[in-house]
């Protein structure tokens, strides 16, 4: 048996990457393609799902290709050990979305918990443009295509993987086995599955402008956090403060490691300690900020190294780009050429039943002829 998996995963082209991304999977890509056990490992920049809710604006996604792609290989992403290639420049996915949409209700589309929040954020309510209803079926069609074992996504991307499971069934059932179901993978981190905006709002997002991003600059992280959300409640540094639905703590969860302790704030051993302490009361938010800021510009500073690097030589990455999505279209061109059989749209390589046809028609020939001179000897 094979064990050996495949993974895929994707962001939308629309800006650059943030620390939400990091935490929530970029970190984790770059631990997951040193693993013994990866076949193939594919990395989409999801500009066709980009366009559903900014197709008024396509060279800001233009744009934002090169931005994503230099933020995936700035963390760590190797060119060897995985495929970083663009969704439109893989034809079958087109395809496959169109099949795929005839076994989806508009209604299950219309309780998609993920596409219900983000038509809400978009006031979509009044006219929701049809392709942004059915991002989430040309979502499974980028999971199916390449027999993706494991995507690794932030929480946001249950409701997706879900729904890909679920199309996963209704084909199979109706048609024969073709699709895996497919599991996702969450980071091993609570606080890293859905980071908050510096604002204390629900989710980090380039929409409500509330981002860390992954190229800032040292300057700008400082400025960033400096101004973070806190608790509302610790008014004085002797007050006991709240740590739960408190960023600088959520952030520090996420990224903290013990040896930033001892570097940067060795008043304390641990995350642990810390969290305790400002629990009781006693530690002051201008403090505990200007060590977060420490920690993200530790954790930033080989990453903007290495993308300077990679940004000195722009056309060599669209290069990179360009094959990849050549052999995504190869990989998905073997799962289409099933998925054709299927539903009986492989007219020209189905050898058989051609023939069969042509026998068919020589009977209906023959019979005619026979019946001609029946009815010739009778008169
Ligand atoms: N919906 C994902 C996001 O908003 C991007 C995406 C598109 C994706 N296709 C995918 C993620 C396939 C994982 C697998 O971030």
């Known amino acids: 048996m094979d064990d050996k998996k495949i993974l895929l995963t994707g962001d939308r082209p629309t800006g650059r990457l943030h620390l939400g991304h990091y935490v ?142 679920e199309i996963a069934r209704r084909f199979n059932y109706l048609y024969g086995d073709t699709f895996k179901e497919v599991k996702m993978l969450l980071p091993e981190n609570r606080s890293a599955c859905r980071l908050p905006g510096t604002d204390g709002k629900s989710k980090m997002s380039k929409s409500l402008n509330n981002c860390i991003y992954i190229s800032d600059d040292e300057n700008t992280v400082n400025q960033k956090v400096k101004t973070m959300f806190t608790d509302p409640l610790h008014l004085r540094v002797e007050d006991p403060g709240h740590t739960d639905n408190n960023p600088v703590f959520i952030y520090l969860d996420a990224l903290v490691k013990d040896e930033d302790f001892k570097m940067y704030y060795s008043k304390f051993a641990n995350f642990n300690q810390l969290k305790e302490a400002y629990e009781k009361g006693g530690v002051g938010d201008v403090e505990i900020k200007q060590f977060l800021a420490k920690v993200i510009n530790n954790t930033l500073s080989p990453i903007r190294e290495r993308r300077k690097e990679f940004e000195k030589d722009i056309s060599s990455i669209y290069r990179m780009l360009e094959e990849n999505s050549k052999r995504a279209s190869f990989e998905a061109s073997k799962k289409v050429k099933q998925v054709r059989r299927h539903l009986s749209v492989d007219y020209f390589t189905d050898y058989k039943f051609i023939e069969k046809q042509q026998k068919a028609f020589n009977k209906e020939h023959r019979d005619e002829e026979n019946l001609k001179a029946y009815l010739a000897k009778k008169k």
């Not at 995985?82 to 005839?102: G, K, N, R, W």
């Open 24 to 165: 929530g999977s970029l970190r984790n890509r770059v631990e997951l393609q040193k693993r013994e056990d990866i076949d193939k490992f594919f990395i989409m920049i999801a500009d066709t799902q980009a366009l559903t809710d900014n197709y008024g604006n396509p060279a800001k996604v233009k744009d934002n290709i090169i931005q994503v792609a230099l933020d995936d290989l700035a963390c760590g992403i190797s060119k060897d050990k995985a495929c970083i290639f663009i969704q439109s420049q893989v034809p079958e996915l087109f395809e496959l979305t169109c099949y795929f949409l005839d076994l989806v209700t508009v209604s299950r589309l219309e309780r998609n918990p993920t596409v219900k929040n983000e038509i809400q954020q978009k006031g979509f309510e009044e006219s929701i443009p049809a392709g942004f209803l059915t991002y989430p079926v040309s979502q499974a069609s980028d999971i199916l295509a390449f027999d993706t074992d494991i995507v690794p996504v932030g929480e946001d991307q249950a409701p997706m993987i879900e729904q890909t499971n």
